[in-house]
Structure formats: C-alpha cells, structure tokens
C-alpha cells in the first residue's frame, strides 16, 4: 500500500520515533494512484510544456542561450523549493498544504490568461 510517515515531536516519549499512517484499503490505493495519473497526464498537456514553449519564443534570438539557461535555473530551484518546503507544509499544516497549492494553481491560470503574444518578438 501507500506509506507516508512524518516524524514525531521531539519528547522523551518519543524518542526517534515515527508516527504515520498506512493506506491498507486496496480501493483507496486504487484512488491515489488515479489522481497521480490523473494529474500527470493533465500536466503533461497544459501547464507542463507551455512554460518551455513560451521561453524558448518569448527572447530575442541572440539572447535565447543563455536566457533559455536561466529560466532551466530558475525552474530548477522552484523545483528544490517546492520538494524542500513540502514536507514541512505536511508537518504544520497538514492536509491544508493543498489548499497552498491550489490558490498557487488558481493565480498560476489568472496569470496565463494575460501572458502576451509572442508572435513576431
């Protein structure tokens, strides 16, 4: 099944170790892996490549190199900040991490809706 841990406060009554909780229902199991599909597939169509797609036409060609280098940085380090972050969105907030999520997909589709045309740049 679906394992996901997160470390218990420190206390004597505690020590090392982990409290957690164990997905044991096989149609709960089922749901999980759907909505990891689910999402993967949506993302490999929408949100995923319109990002490379729009910094690789949104430079001046004599700038694209190192221009396309610094946004793969830059998507690089949203990357690490988002795995850095999450667990400890986890551990604070709980289930509410979503909802952190969410409000940044919900700006993230207002933003794209006012991104420029990039034809003839």
Known sequence: GLLYYVPAPAG???SGAEVGCTISDKSAGWVV???VFFFVFNFAYGFGPIVWVYCAEMF????RARA???TTV????GNFV???????????IQLSTFFV?????????????????????
Do not use: H
């Open 33 to 35: 892996a759907g909505s």
């Open 68 to 70: 396309l280098g610094i």
């Open 60 to 63: 001046p060609l004599r700038y």
């Open 12 to 14: 004597p009554e505690n």
């Open 74 to 77: 830059a998507c690089w380090v």
């Open 101 to 121: 999520f969410g409000f940044f997909c919900f700006l993230g589709a207002l933003v794209s809706a006012y991104i420029p045309e990039t034809k003839g740049v």
């Open 82 to 92: 988002i795995a850095l972050f999450t667990p400890m969105l986890l551990d604070r």
